[in-house]
């Protein structure tokens, strides 16, 4: 490729960079952009004054710090109970020669297939079977068996990375199969953990379909159904609404920053192998 | 997956002490252990909770679903607990109702939309990849995946700011740009500007997941294939088509069909902009389904709904499945 077409393709490049950013600078710019600045006709795209006002008023707005205390908890809740599930579930399926052994593989893999959008009303049935509906175990219930499938499917795929000769020799070494588990497999699969949990907790941390049918009263709504409702009921506080939105984006954004040389190789691992 | 492989074999890892198995293997706890792992069951053990809980969680409901959608489930039987069987009365009032036709019809078309835009956009992102200066591709790269992480209903959240009638930054540049029809043009007038609105959305969050798994299967194309292209003479289009779209199309039939699954069931999106409004003019069979169930109480009816998405998207699936095995026989 010739240099003048190589600085084309660039500057397209930037262009195309700015166009995906540009919706997260517009949120944290209208949530630090005084007031009267919100709703004026001049075309501003660099703010003149920064407050944090919006942030000290969204944080305060009825309801927000209880539905964020709701998400962490339900999505937290979730994850954990997906990861002991998850590597209970991933051990013998990695490590273990049994009877049905196929047959229990094949369950998780149609598993991660289920259709949750289209399984609202059986599960609603069933949440308010069990009592609990507008509760936030009804929701982590949910949350957990929706994150379990893909995580025994991933961790069983770690554990299989780790080469089965590090544990023998630990029993030969006088470890009992337990103990070689604990202190060498276990440490080894951190990663794995890390990446699997964020994944996890992501997918809690944005899920609305559920939250919204199940969470009946406000103070139990988690924090997707909370921003939703503030865009209706206070249609013109965008400051407002930026805060918050930033706030909600603050954890994820950390957590993918964190591990994203993980998702992106784990996306494609799985997407090559098809 | 290549964390796996790196941390394998850590320098430091030497297997434990000795003396803490000696401990181990005195006390009570350890030699139940042991026990346990020598039996049969452990494997069965270990599984049941995650069993169970695929089972009951995920098991049932697909058998419940369809067993509600023969049943007139209203509020009165919910409440009564009375189970009454209604035949395909559901099927037959839903698939009837042209309104229904018109709701699916536009689920299709949606689908189609959101998926030719994610793919396409994220292929040329992926190929802008490989082509950009060093340091452009870092940037585009951060941008994509702050795109990518930023949460489903913040990002609703901004597009819904972005596009506002009278203050938001797209009508204001576009004014500022020539287009004085914009000025205070409202884009949630009609259905069919609500769903664009929608289907840039939802591109706008799919294509960094398409990009980037398309740019690792693009670095994997091996570089003397371009070499010889180029020593045949051929063009930049025809090196693209033999070389790099040739490698690249078992990818895209998997980004394809996996932004079909996803695209095909979005309800976030479509339910936090307007509801399914104006009008209906933006409802889709994810929000007919919770519109019909949860907010009119018609659960048996909504039921009927979400047999008919499970439908589509086992057809879906197998024909996915068909056309990967295919493609794996001809290589």
Partial sequence: MGRTKKRLVSVVGLL?????????YWMVTTALKPANQLLSDSYDLVPLGVTFQHFVDGVSKQGFLNSLQNSLIVALAAVAFALV??????????????????????????????????????????????????????????????ALPFTAWTLRGFVKGIPVDLEEAAMVDGCGRWAAFRRVTLPLLGPGLVATSVFSFVTAWNEFLYALTFMQDPGNVTLPVWLSSFVSVFGTDWGGAMAASTVFTVPVLVFFLFVQRNLVSGATAGAVKG | MSVTTKAAVPAGTTPPAP???????????????????????????LLLPATATILVMLGWPVLSVVLTSFQKLDLGELVSGRVVWNGLANYQSILTDSAFWQDALRTVLFTAACVVCTVGGGLVVALLMKHVHGWVRVVLQLALVLAWAMPILAATTVFQWMFD????????????LGFTGFHHYSWFQTGLSTM????????????????????????????DLYEAAG?????SWQTFRSVTWTALRPLVNVVTF??????????????????????????????????????????????????????????LTAQNLRLMLRTEEVD
């Fill in chain 2, 196 to 223: 664009t609105v929608i289907v840039i959305l939802i591109t706008w969050q799919g294509i960094p997941f398409v990009a980037f798994t398309l740019y690792a299967g693009v670095l994997g194309v091996p570089t």
């Fill in chain 2, 231 to 235: 020593l045949d003479g051929a063009s």
């Fill in chain 2, 19 to 45: 003396r803490s198995t000696v401990s181990d293997g005195g006390s009570g706890i350890g030699r139940l252990v042991r026990r346990l792992f020598s039996q049969r069951t452990l494997p069965y053990l």
């Fill in chain 1, 85 to 146: 599930a998850g590597l209970l579930a991933a051990v013998p399926l990695a490590r273990l020669r049994f009877r049905g052994r196929k047959g229990f593989l094949l369950l998780v893999l149609v598993a991660q297939m289920a259709p949750f959008e289209a399984l609202l009303i059986p599960m609603f049935l069933m949440i308010r079977s069990f009592d609990l509906l507008n509760a936030l175990p009804g929701l982590i219930l949910v949350y957990f068996a929706a």
């Fill in chain 2, 165 to 176: 009638q009278n203050y938001g930054i797209l009508n204001k540049t576009l004014v500022e």
């Fill in chain 2, 258 to 315: 996996l932004s079909l699954l996803w695209d095909f069931k979005v309800f976030t999106q479509v339910w936090a902009i307007r509801q399914g409004g104006p009008d209906g003019g933006s409802q889709t069979l994810p929000t007919l389904q919770y519109l019909k169930g949860i907010a009119t109480s018609h659960f048996g009816a909504a039921a009927a709904v979400s047999v008919i998405m499970i439908l589509a998207l086992v057809v």
């Fill in chain 1, 16 to 24: 195309v960079a700015v166009l995906f950013a540009f919706p997260i």
